[in-house]
């Protein structure tokens, strides 16, 4: 049998690897510390696992600690206001927000912009039953523009 022809996966499509690499050159405990310490900086989740990869040579938290940024959050007292998805999807949204007024005949954009907002207001009823959101609370593009600045 011949492999499919137009077979393409993404380099995530395999997964991160749960072994950590005996080059990283730091401890559970000291890697813990780090991300407490950029959350209380005001960094968010995916900015720790950027810097801890880019400056830090720490390939994966999760391999290394046992648990993810957000957890170490949580057991570390640094609070998360929003939840790092939910303001990734609204910064998504402004953006091409700011696209389609430059730009106004742009209809897939629009289409793109439509699909965004469905997946921000389906993530709200999800953490509003979840308690991570206010009960009641809407998106609004102006006022979400506001939470991500």
């Not at 999807?89 to 439509?114: C, F, G, P, W, Y």
Request: proline fraction near 5%; include cysteine; hydrophobic fraction near 40%.
């Amino acid at each position: 049998m011949a492999a499919k022809a137009k077979e393409k996966k993404p380099a995530g499509a395999r997964g991160t690897s749960k072994v950590v690499p005996e080059w990283v050159e730091f401890s559970a405990q000291e890697v813990e510390e780090l991300v407490i310490g950029f959350g209380k900086k005001g960094m968010n989740p995916m900015q720790v696992g950027q810097a801890l990869r880019d400056q830090y040579g720490v390939p994966s938290v999760k391999a290394l600690c046992g648990k993810g940024v957000i957890t170490i959050f949580a057991e570390g007292g640094v609070k998360l206001d929003y939840p790092p998805d939910l303001l990734a999807l609204i910064e998504r949204a402004m953006r091409v927000r700011r696209h389609l007024k430059a730009n106004k005949s742009d209809v897939r954009n629009r289409t793109q912009l439509n699909n965004i907002e469905s997946k921000i207001r389906r993530l709200v009823k999800y953490y509003e039953k979840e308690g991570k959101l206010p009960k009641g609370w809407r998106y609004d593009p102006e006022t979400a523009a506001l939470l991500v600045k």
